[in-house]
């Protein structure tokens, strides 16, 4: 079991708690002792004086300790907003964390922040950037686990397009659909494009998708590992994926046509004819890019490494901060 204990109602006897909020799968791996990000926060907290709470995100109590002047964790997808209240939810590239006080990914405080390179030293930022991606391409690693590389490369293609699922979610983040943004890349160039089908799509999805990857014929669906498809391809499409961010490692031209808190990296298509634009364009905008100065400004900045041996005390550094 975890170092959380859990509570099922919103009465806390200590003036002052470290309370983390979840539902489903996600509690039970925390209810566990299954997610180290948490097991070592809890750890800190602990050494400081300060119980450690579980929540169910789902019931009453957790909204009411929401409001709370306990350090509060939403642990997931999140709108919630208050003084003690922080979002957390393992980012992009696996080991790297949000503890974010607005939410995550394309809800993070990231996606307002302003990134300026030239506060950022350019030989710290190339050692980490190689060090991060170095072993992620090397060893075809990535948060969802990859198909086994060919033996021989890809063929090359102008773009791949990473599909997703999120066009029926209650609040609308992308600005075009999968299928515009297929049909745009189809038409944009004569050259191949590959779509690569979200992992959790099911038979209906995946047989959908390829009847209409099938309505071009210059259109190919494909299984191949995330990085490689990035290799073989000129461009990167994604309305807002880790796979778009991922493209950043081999420093390729990334169009997001969703929200994201990555948007400074890419260029950001609201319609088809900007996607159009942006595909022709794309190549030669980010030739300049300082992909290791971006890399170093997101991860190492703003996301915490639960591996380091300071990462408890820069979570408990950011907590206090604000509460």
């Known amino acids: ?3 959380f204990q859990t509570l099922e109602t919103p009465t806390i006897r200590e003036d002052r708690a470290l309370v983390v909020h979840a539902y489903g799968k996600r509690f039970s791996a925390i209810q566990e002792g299954r997610v180290v990000f948490f097991e070592k926060l809890a750890q800190y907290a602990q ?4 119980p450690c709470y579980l929540v ?7 909204g009411i300790l929401q409001e709370s002047d306990h350090i509060n964790i939403i642990f997931g997808p999140s709108h919630a907003d208050g003084p003690n209240l922080f979002h957390a939810d393992e980012s992009y590239i696996v080991g790297f964390w ?4 607005k939410g995550v990914f394309w809800n993070s405080s990231l996606a307002d922040a302003e990134f300026d390179p030239s506060t950022i030293d350019a030989k710290e930022a ?10 992620m391409l090397r060893e075809n690693y990535s948060k969802r686990t990859q198909t086994l590389r060919l033996n021989a490369p890809l063929d090359k293609a102008k773009a791949v397009i990473f599909a997703q ?13 999968l299928d515009q943004m297929i049909e745009t890349a189809a038409q944009a160039t004569d050259e191949t494009v590959y779509v690569k089908p979200h992992p959790l799509y099911d038979a209906h999805a995946r047989d959908a998708l390829a009847a209409r990857c099938a309505e071009f014929k210059n259109v190919v669906l494909s299984d191949a590992s995330v990085h490689d498809l990035i290799a073989a391809s000129d461009v990167v499409l994604s309305q807002n994926s ?3 961010f991922e493209a950043f490692m081999q420093k390729k031209p990334v169009i997001t046509c969703g929200a994201s808190d990555y948007h400074h990296g890419s260029l950001v298509a609201r319609s088809s004819d900007a996607l159009k634009d942006a595909i022709a364009a794309a190549p030669d905008i980010v ?15 703003h996301m915490l490494e639960v591996q380091k041996p300071d990462f408890a005390k820069r979570a408990w550094a950011r907590l206090s901060k604000r509460g």
């Open 1 to 3: 079991m975890g170092l």
């Open 47 to 50: 050494r400081e004086g300060l």
């Open 56 to 62: 169910d995100q789902s019931e009453l109590a957790s």
């Open 98 to 101: 949000y503890l974010d006080p």
């Open 126 to 135: 190339t050692y980490f950037f190689n060090g991060v991606t170095g072993f």
């Open 165 to 177: 699922d999120i066009e029926n979610y209650m609040t609308k983040v992308h600005y075009l659909t």
């Open 242 to 244: 880790a796979a778009g």
């Open 287 to 301: 030739k300049s890019f300082p992909y290791e100065k971006y890399f170093y400004w997101f991860l190492h900045d």
